[in-house]
């Protein structure tokens, strides 16, 4: 049985502990006050954990705030961005994935690079995250269902890697392929979508010096709920194109069969820029409402953009394109 879950509208306060939501909106008459007006680098000195008092164990990652990607919104609560999440391999519930995913084994973990390039490699997680000095850069990530986050992430470029791969010309794609091991995963003995999880961009979508490969945010490796030991961060496409826990980056010829799009094509594109002016089938994707912040599915606050806001960076990969069609 396949069922399309992401996205059914459901109000935050049905599917977040009560307990979370009521931090919420703590978290509101913080921002009001301007806890986070101008929180910088580095963010847990100052934000999330100094909001949280939380000590979360994981290793820091040392890494450059990147200056053109400062925040220019109020940053996503550490504690929201680590217990709202989409991870349906430790469970469909928002909750699930901060409850079930501590089974995940991310050491040792090799992540195979294979298909149309010139220098296939098995990289093991340390030597890929010392391929490039890193960078910590905040984006909006919005997810199809109508939230958002504004998080500071850690990672490389992805064009970083690709340059020294170096696809062949027929090197068109590049597809995310996750794990998906039923001993770790309990959400993988249910198919609600056709394991493993995988995703994939076009070369140039790839390339373009927005897509990151992300090993931790708010400056700590990444939870294990949040796509430990690496993830991709697309930022101006819809969340679920930001695959979480990659093991395999395959270079194709022809576009990679990606999960949802493969589960519920007339609801999932292959591209899925955020676009406010194609709605979901079921729901109107003009607005958006910030996790922690005021707002929820059926009342949204926040106007989406073009992009998410990243317009000047990639609208020119579309020119020419139909983006109602390819959407
Ligand atoms: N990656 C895997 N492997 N499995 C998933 O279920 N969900 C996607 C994406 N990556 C998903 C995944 C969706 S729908 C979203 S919105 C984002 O992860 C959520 O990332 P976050 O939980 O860190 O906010």
Redesign the pocket.
Known sequence: MKRSL?GTPIAASEITPREIFEQRRTLIRAAAAGVFGAALSPWFARSAFAQTGAATGLAKLAAKANAQYLPKDKLTRYKD?TT??????FGTDKAD?ALHAQTLITRPWTVAVEGHVKNPKVYDIDELMKLAPLEERVYR?R???GWA?VIPWTGVPLAQLIRRLEPTADAKYVEFI?LADQKQMPGVSVPVLAWP?VEGLRLDEAMNPLTLLAFGLYGEVLPK???APV?LVVPWK???K????IVRIRFTETEPKTSWHVAAPSEYGFYANVNPAVDHPRWSQAKEFRIGESGDLFSPKVKTLPFNGYAEQVASLYTGMDLKRFF
């Open positions: 992401l961005a709202y999440n989409n991870y349906y391999e994935p990530l997810c199809v269902e986050m996750t999880y709920q949040n796509g993830r819809y969340g679920f930001s695959a979480k826990s």
